[in-house]
């Protein structure tokens, strides 16, 4: 009933951009939290970064200053640009997001397929 697609990844070179978008679509109520999450090949998943429905952010220090999350909310749309790309930022990253389905009282986390980011010269 409810996806969520990532685009903008792919390959980039050390100090490189990129931005990522998600879009939330179905039947939805209401969106809470947006975020994106990354996932290193051996490692565990982590926050990059989250925005709430009223545009307070949360950065990971990894990223603070580099990184910067933005929504809209008519869109159910939110979108991470990258800059200063360091090769440890190479993972898959993942939007998640924080919402309510039409007709329903509760709050879910749903993910998206997830979008690889590969930062190498």
């Known amino acids: 009933q409810v996806q969520l697609v990532e685009s903008g990844g792919g390959l980039v070179q050390p100090g490189g951009s990129l931005r990522l978008s998600c879009v939330a679509s179905g039947s939805i109520g209401s969106i809470n939290t947006m975020g994106w999450y990354r996932q290193a090949p051996g490692k565990e998943r982590e926050l990059v970064a989250e925005?709430?429905?009223?545009?307070?952010?949360n950065y990971a220090d990894s990223v603070k200053g580099r990184f910067t999350i933005s929504r809209e909310n008519a869109k159910n749309t939110v979108y991470v640009q990258m800059n200063s790309l360091k090769p440890e930022d190479t993972a898959v990253y993942y939007c998640?997001?924080?919402?309510?389905?039409?007709?329903?009282?509760?709050?879910?986390?749903?993910w998206g397929q997830g979008t690889q980011v590969t930062v190498s010269s």
């Open positions: 998640n997001a924080n919402l309510r389905v039409r007709f329903s009282g509760s709050y879910y986390h749903y």
């Open positions: 925005i709430t429905s009223g545009g307070t952010t």
